[in-house]
């Protein structure tokens, strides 16, 4: 073997790994692609087979081998499935508690959160250290004795007991202080010097510059109102206050034979088709929201 | 590759042809892309220290990272040696590569750090735990950092540090070392110190080490050879001492020395050179033209007779020398600043200092195009 | 002065929070402790006069009734395999989102959606994606009319459809289905925690774990999943909470018989367990319940920590 030739060898091998690189990062990269692909039309499965489920005749959803798309689409499941489970009236109980409770408890989550971060007193830092303390205990526990106080107090089956109880989220106070400390004090300060009155600033100054995080905490809190399940049926389960996730599992409860799937899944949808619209537009909120939760701890 | 001994450093050459990176541009409404650096040409000896220097934005450090494969050239090729590694991406280059921000692998310790680089050889290159562990000990020894193998990189000043990087980029016996801006982290004091090491590991190991800074200082004092870069485009390549001494334009000229050296705007006529209305030195040879000129710091000779006369403004004393500060009417700049022997003494208040000037530290510019004009030094 | 008008200033600022706290959060606590440690309290009896002894009969039965432990096995199974499958998916997913440019915005958002459903509507569709249709099911006389859409696709690859939800359906199946409905639903967040982390981290190492010529697995590993161990942690810790926490899942695809039609309240869980009791007026019972719960969320966290501790890199 020639030097020569062995250069050429050498050369040769050179290219190859150059040309085995390419090919080996593109296998991999269309092997992510791939598992993606797959892992998303996993997630996104339920919604498809939700979707089209709601709008086929009952008949053709007892098919023994299911259509993929319908055969005929009936609009009218939605028709029924709003009467049948009384959205109507689900819809604005929710809605009616959601802009109350929200509204009310961002008012005390902003005026909390100012007093923690721009205000002087005594026991500051263990009074917040004591409610941060609250945050670790799971709610349950909160639960049973507030079932009885808010019996005592002959709130049940009102709104009121809809709505009172979970005015105070610790956590929203927390995440809104952290913002409004990144305020720079100095503002706070020349304010001052101008004559203006805390409550002046505080509505005027802060909550203007934290518009982000106070849009992400009242979708975040208006979803809630959407979801919530537990406290609604255990206080407030009649038929004036029933809120929307209550009506909706209580309205088609057996699964032993009949039901009428279709429409169970148009109400389905009506009920989810609110939080998607949200979703669409306002993403960029809550996802930002939930992820400054979850560095923050 | 395969005519690599084991645990020997095979110096090896750089050839850079024809290279060039151009970024496309950032905002789709300019049509204006990057020429980041513009068909570099140079073949780096094998086992020299190289530094490449220039203002930021002048390529340099593109140029270093198209050297180690993490930025891909537009155009043109690059050798390790006879082998074509233009294509090679990084992995496969087997070169040495001290980040500027040394990115040290913060949850391991100092000696996982140096190890890690060893714990990925394959094939023949495999090695045994005892033999890493050697290697290791050698490169932590190399850098003098043996102490410090089981701290993290946390609890390390900037200098342990980057010693730290230097002996990972080092343990693999690399081809080719490269450091980005290794000293622009580091307090003056450390720096001096550092670019010293930096000297001796390279001669030690014989390495061929490619390294860039800002500082010209720092580039002139350890490199075997440097390349002055501006926006792209190799104004010069040398020696230091060349490069200096013989600067190709103006930008090199000025970018080199310090304390800077003292820009003129004058004129040539009937083979003298005129700076104002001094007749400072005879050029024969060159054609009747406005000129730039330079002339080096300790190109002044103080000379009661000499030719040029300036107003002093103030004299600083440096101990070893003294620098005199005046004007002229010819400097580019606002002060003219001359190194002389301390021995000489200056008044301020005369109102003029006469010099004469040697003539190879006095550099003539064409006017538009920067370049350096020559003239025969009798 | 100023200094007095400001603590008055503050303390009107907070009144509003303090008083609704106060009323909602502390005197729970201290209720619940308080309940719990009288013997066989009953809301129901004490307002009609009854008198309880202090003790701690109450945690005694609750630990002894047979329908706790089976509502303790079933917490804790669903957390021993959803934690750790929906971490490990979320972290593959994650990284894999993370390697990808073109696509990527689309595809994040579609693996948030599950976060802004409905448990129990979603957990209604499952249901009826795993169900199977038909009359008389269980029965000599039953017909069935479609297996649901999960067992066509079995069916479609050759294996026979399973009973998951429906009379009759075994525990394992029903367990199965609750499994991949929770990891379903806990993807998102888990996701999008994960590739924040995964951003967060500096290209730098990426590249000089380049120079070093590390291979991909490696490069995974030893670098990226050690510089990602805090946002690991987190997840995963805030995973067994919740965890132990579940409930509305179970609703959503059992409803509130927690079971399959022959054997209800299989699937209940912990916190099913509390509001069953004080769905029978035994808040005493429930308050012990709740108390334990607590307990054991408590202790497994510390243990977390604790192993966070070792392996987590800040």
Redesign the interface.
Known sequence: MTQKSIDIMHARNLHKTAANQKIGRALVLAGIYAFLILMALIVLFPFYWMLISSVKSLAEYRFSVPTLWPRMILLKNYAEAFTAANLGRLFLNTLYVGLVSTLLSLFITIITAFAFARLEFKGKELLFAALLATMMIPGELFTITNYLTVSRFGWLNSYTVLIVPFLVSVFYIYLLRQNFLQIPNELYLAAKVDGTSDWKYLWKVMVPLSLPTLISITILKMMGSWNSYIWPRLVANDEAHRMVTNGLRNAFTDTSGDVNYPVQMAAVALVSAPLFLIFVFLRKYIMAGVSRSGIKG | MKHKQKGVFIAMKIVLQNLTKIFPSRNKKSDEEVVAVNNFNFEIPDGQLIGLLGPSGCGKSTTLYMISGLQKPSSGRIFFGEDDVTELSTENRGIGLVFQNYALYPHMTVKQNILFPLQNLKGSDKLTKEQMLERAYQAAKLVQIEQLMDRKPSELSGGQQQRVAIARALVKMPRVLLLDEPLSNLDARLRLQTREEIRRIQKETKITTVFVTHDQEEAMSISDMIVVMKAGIVQQIGKPQDVYDDPANLFVAKFLGTPPINVFEGRVQGGTLYLGEDAVLPVPGIPDQPVTVGIRPEGFILDANGPLQCTPVNVEVMGRDVSVVSTHNASANPFVRSIIDADNRVNVDSGAVRYSVKPHKLFIFNKETEERIYFEVK | MV?SK??W???I??A??IV??L???????I??VR?ALLNNYS?LKAAGGASFEFGISNFQKVISYRRFVQCLKNTVLLCVFTVPISTL?AL??AV??H??RP?QKA?Q??????????????G??????F?I?????GTENEL????G?IN?VIEFFGGTRINW???GSSYTANMFVMIVYIV?NA?P?KI??LL?GLTSI?K??Y??A???????R?VFW??TV??L?P?LA??IITGF?GG??E??SI??I????MGP?NDAGRLNTM?GF??DS??NSN?GR??AA??I??GI?LVVTLINLQVSKKRV?Y
């Open positions: 200094e400001q603590q200033k503050a303390w600022y907070l509003p929070a609704l706290l009323v909602f959060t502390v005197w729970p606590i209720n619940t309940m809301g998916l593959l997913i894999a989102l390697s990808i696509l595809l958002t579609i693996f948030f959606l599950p976060y802004v459903t409905n448990s129990i509507a979603i209604m569709v499952f249901a009826a994606m169900n249709v038909g009359s008389f099911f069935i009319v479609t297996s859409i066509n939800i429906n009379y379903w993807l967040f999008l925690i924040g500096n730098q190492y590249e000089a380049k120079v070093d010529s590390t291979p991909r490696r030893r670098i050690p510089l161990s946002m987190y997840v909470i132990f926490k409930y509305t609703v959503g059992f409803g509130e018989r039609v916190v509390i509001y004080l769905s808040e429930a308050s709740a108390l719960l607590f969320i890199h």
